[in-house]
Each structure stands twice: as C-alpha cells, then as structure tokens.
C-alpha cells in the first residue's frame, strides 16, 4: 500500500492476465514448487486479486489496529517489478478515501470481513452494510 497502490506477491510468474489456470498452475508448481493446499490457497489468492475483484469496486487494507479504504482500478502487471527484490509486479491502483484510521471506528461487519485470513477476502457485505460513509 504505497503510492496510491496495492498488490500482492508471486513474482516470477508473469504476467497473470490472460492465462488459464493450468497455465497459473504450472507457473506456480514451476517457480515455488507449490502443490496440496498451499497450490489451492495461492491460486485463490491470485484468482481473487486479477479477476474477482473489479474496476470500481472498495478495498479494505489493514494493518494492525489500522485501516485504510479506497477504490481499485484493473489489474496491471508491471514488467519490471518483476524479480526477487521488488517483487511487486501484480498491481492496482487505489484512490484512497481514508488512510490509517483507527479500525475501532468502524461497524461490526467490517470487522468480520477483516477477521477472514488471506491475502484477498470477499465480503458478502455491501457498502451501505458496512456503513463506510463514504
């Protein structure tokens, strides 16, 4: 979550947009000798962060008692984050509407979202449900 951006890891593996899931699969089994659960929950992550989440839609960042929400763009693949250091290649763009805000603020929906692990968790929550005012 750094200039205006969010993202998830995996480098290595290329550019995800466009690929089958064998293809995902292969990369991941390839480059971090994934396989079991470990395969499934990576592979969901992934899923989850190129193709689930959409233009438009609201994201929830936490980090420790703090959150920060805001409105994503399309996925994007930035080539040349793509290695071991900076591993940062899988991308999108956020317009954040509240940075770092006490999490306690918040309605208990938001809080049973962000109680979901992984790297990427869908709410069956609405906007107005979680009462964001924003």
Known sequence: MRDQV??????????????SKDERKERLRNVYHYSGAKLGNALGAIWAFVHTMEQGDIVLVRNGAWLSIGIISPYRYVKHLDNDID???HQRSVEWKVMNENVRLYHENVHETLRHPGVVTKSKYTVHEFQLGI
Do not use: A, T, V
């Open 87 to 89: 591993g940062f290649c």
């Open 6 to 19: 969010i993202g998830i890891g995996w480098p290595l593996i290329g550019n995800l947009d466009g690929i």
